[in-house]
Each structure stands twice: as structure tokens, then as C-alpha cells.
């Protein structure tokens, strides 16, 4: 089945697909899968099958969507399926400044950003003329024009197609996967429906330099995971007046940030790659009001990138240098009341404080010998906060554990661990079953033929992503994140057991440029355009062969 992709074709329909200005969060996500499906159906193969688009809804009050389409090949009944997807929301515009209007328009942008003071790289790319520049150019709209393509290209033809395709449209991947998540069961009803058999999922997401002055171009077989490690700290409330008769919750804070973020020890090695180090995601102090009373509570939480480690693995690790930087916080407070007092010729003391650090499910299990119905009491609570639209779902897992440490009731000093959505788990593709072993094979033929000299595979494609959800690690891992994951199943869920039957080897093609979620955000034509679309279209092809043997 001989074919070539059409680069002027995805320039068009990347350039339309950006002009719809779809940011994360908000109800314009839907008028791109709905603009999508309205391409599509101009197609002959859809003409003839529009039962075979389909918009699934996200059920929230925004009205999103995402859209599923499916081509059938009628060639030898190969049931022999690959999934493509592409997430359609972008991330805001607010960046652009006065020309936010500009942000969805590249043409017009490029002329813009000529009169602007762009940092040396950006202006010397703009200027070249080899790059598109706009929101959502790279990150990823370029991508879902791709797929696009490829199901252009497969319909034509259906009689000579070997196989199935199958391609999402998602949306709100740059938020909470609402659009990925709920595809999954709508996946696994289609494979139960037409007797398919998924063989792996392919991304299409932006690439770009790992590090500054990197000049590879990758293909990336697994994807990274994402957990989101939180604590809850409570302190000891005190007039400012006499501030060492307290413990100050936010100093505690900020000593876990120095310790966790961007510390390389504790970034997850596995297929000779490295993840990314945890950074922090927030730190807010929850105090209500203005007044000279220090502040008892606080709360911050992590990115924390994963290849390998579970979330029991986490936690012990996280515990342990919580523990570490509570000491050392006491030690500071003690020695600082040392030298006030001695200058002060009073009296010195030892101060009552204790570090104490301990999981969300210690917690729990120590409440629930007071309350033996805790388990209902939150329940109730987490139904409450989920009918609450004003709250994401952070902010209801934190008044889950706020809820949990009143009825607790021990008023000392604490840091409570635990875990806020989302959860990513990591995909490793190691050649350990058929498929994969097919893919790895695919992937490295891509690279062996080439003409781009800098291309190579990586494992672990490094950026969040959907592709996350195709499989699962073992379910001891899913346990240890559910009974420290306040409110899961109530207010943050997800389709466990939908994707433990998908179960599917994943890799990642897509297009090249920089600064995704910067104004400066652009793709670089050549490449991105010309080549990665073919290199897309051959690994489809290549997974779908009806072979016999492995």
C-alpha cells in the first residue's frame, strides 16, 4: 500500500486548527473535535461510514468533547488496530500581552514579533522564515493535523488496507486528561464492538532539545509518569510578639522546597534515561486573614517525574527527607533561641517541639481507632466537594485531609504526605512482549533509514501526556496511590480496570520546534512538516502487518 503524505495539506489544516482558539479549561475546547469531525466528514470513506466519528463527552459542565474516528481496512479481516492521538485544547494566551488577539494567527503574529524584542534564538528563528510561530503551532495542533493526515491517507483505500485505525482528538490534556480519560471506556467499547485488536498507541506531541544546544531530533518508545506528592504542614500558632513560643508552618514549608526541588537525587533512572527533578507546582499558606498571629498551616506540592518508582516507593523516600528537613528546622529554631536569649540574659530552655512526618493512610488508620465509621464521614464529605464546580481537584483533596486531621484531633506539629491529582503512570516499552518488540523494531528502522542525521530514539518521552493512560503498573502500585490519594473514586477517578485492558505498548512521533507554553512558541516547518508525517504513517503500517510469527 504505497502512499505519501501531503506536507502543504497539514500546513493547512495545522493553520485552521490554530485559528480556533480552544484553551484548557474553558467550553471554546469543544469547537475544535467539532471542527475536526467536520473535516473529516467531507471525506469519502466518512461520507459513507459517519457512524464512524464519534464525539464523547467529558460529562463537566463545560460541555467538552473529544472525538473518536475509526477506519476499517476490508483487506484479509487483519483485526490488528492502532490507536493515534492528539489532544485539541492549548494553554492560555495571556502571555502575548497587548496582541493576544494575534496569538492564534501566525501570519499575522510573525509580523508582529518583528517590531518585538525577542530573545536572540526566537529572533533569529523568526527571521530565517523556517518556523511557524503561534499558540498551539507546536503544542499541538500540528500533531492532530498529522493524524489527520494518516487517516486521510488509510481511508482512501479501504479495501487495500491491512488492519484498523482508530484516532482520539482529545480534549483538556493540558489540564486533568478529562478528555483521555473518559476515551478510555469508549475505546474499550469499540475494540469489544468490531473484535479488534489494539497492537499499540502513537502520540503525535511536540518534541523539542532535551537540554540547551542539544541538536537530535527523537523518537520516543514509553512515556515518563507524573505523581504529585503534597504536604500538608500544621505548625504552631503564635503572637509575632513572641515567636519562638510557636513553630512557624510556612518556614517548614520553604525548607521542603530547598530540599526537593530540582534535586537531582531524587530524579527516577531506568533505560539509561533520567527523569526530570520534582519542581513545585504550589506553596500557599492557609491562613484566612490579616493578623499579627504567625501561621499554623500550609500546603505545597510537587511535579514529581516517574520511570520506574511506585507511589509506596515515593512516599518512603519523601517521608524520609521530610523527616530529615523537619530536624533541621528545630535545630535552626533552637540554636536562633539560643543566641536571643543568652544576648538577652534570660532564661534558656529546650523547645517542645518533635518532628513528626506521616502518610495520609497512617493518618487515617490512627483516626479511624476514634472513628470507627471514617471511612463514611469522609465519603460523605468528598460527595459533597464533588458537586462543587468553584473547587479543582487539588483543593478538594486538601479539605479532605484538612477534615481528616480535625477529626484526628491532635493539635501538635505536623507534616501529613499525601498525594494530589492527577496521576500519569509511567509506560516503559522494554521488548518484553510481541508488540513491543515490534514497535522497538519499527522505531529503529525509522532511524537507520533516515536522512536526518541528528534522529534517534530515546525511551521515556519526557513531557506529561496522555499516552499515559494505555496501561498500568501492578496493582499494588494502584493501591498504595489510592489509600493516600484523599477523595479518589469521589472526587478524582479514574478508569482502572478500562485500562488495564487496553494494556498497550505506546510511542511518541511528533513535531520539532521550541518554547512550548512561551509566546514564543514555534515549529520548525522542515522537519516537523515534511518528514515526521511519513515517519508516523510507516510505523502505523509497519505495527498492522498481519504477520504470523514474531
Known sequence: MMMNTNPQRIIDRTLELVSIPSVVGTAAERHVPEAIKEMLSALPYF?????????????????????????????????????????????????????????????????????????????????????????????????????????????????????????????????????????????????????????????????????????????????????????????KETHVGDPFGGLDANELAAKLVLDINLNPELSDFADRELTVPPVTLRLQDLKPEYSVQTNRETHLYFNYATHDSTPAEVLTKLKTLAESSFSSILAKLQSSYDQFTRRMNLPQKTLPWKARVLTYEEVFRQTQKKHPDLGAILESYALELAKDSTQDEREKSLALVRRLHSLWGDKDPVILLYFSPPYYPHIAVKGTTAEERRLLRALEEIVKKSEEPNLALRKFYPYISDLSYFALPEDAAVEALKQNLPGFGVTYTLPLDDIKKLDLPVTNIGPYGYDAHKYTERIEVDYSFHKVPSMVLDTVLAMLKNEENE
Not at 461520507?47 to 473529544?66: I, K
Not at 534564538?121 to 503561534?134: M, P
Open 47 to 235: 461520507q459513507a461510514h459517519p457512524e464512524n466519528l464519534h464525539l464523547v463527552e467529558t460529562g463537566d459542565d463545560l460541555g467538552r468533547v473529544s472525538l473518536l474516528a475509526f477506519v476499517r481496512g476490508q483487506k484479509d479481516r487483519n483485526p490488528r488496530t492502532a490507536i493515534l492521538i492528539g489532544h485539541t485544547d492549548t494553554v492560555g494566551i495571556s502571555d502575548y500581552g497587548d496582541f493576544q488577539d494575534l496569538a492564534t494567527k501566525p501570519q499575522e503574529l510573525a509580523q508582529r514579533l518583528l517590531q518585538e524584542v525577542l530573545p536572540p534564538k526566537a529572533e533569529a528563528d523568526l527571521r530565517s522564515g523556517d518556523y511557524l510561530f503561534g499558540r498551539g503551532v507546536l503544542d499541538m495542533k500540528s500533531g492532530v493535523a498529522m493524524v489527520m493526515e494518516v487517516l486521510d491517507l488509510l481511508s482512501q483505500d479501504p479495501a487495500s488496507l491491512s488492519g484498523n485505525l482508530c484516532a482520539a482528538f482529545v480534549c483538556d490534556e493540558e489540564g486533568n486528561s478529562s478528555g483521555m480519560l473518559s476515551c478510555v471506556p469508549a475505546l474499550v467499547a469499540l475494540k469489544d464492538k468490531e473484535n479488534l485488536q489494539y497492537v499499540f498507541a502513537l502520540d503525535t506531541d511536540y518534541t523539542s532539545e532535551r537540554t540547551l544546544e542539544d541538536p537530535h531530533r527523537y523518537l520516543y518508545a514509553g512515556t515518563i509518569g507524573k505523581l504529585m506528592p503534597s504536604f500538608f504542614i500544621v505548625g
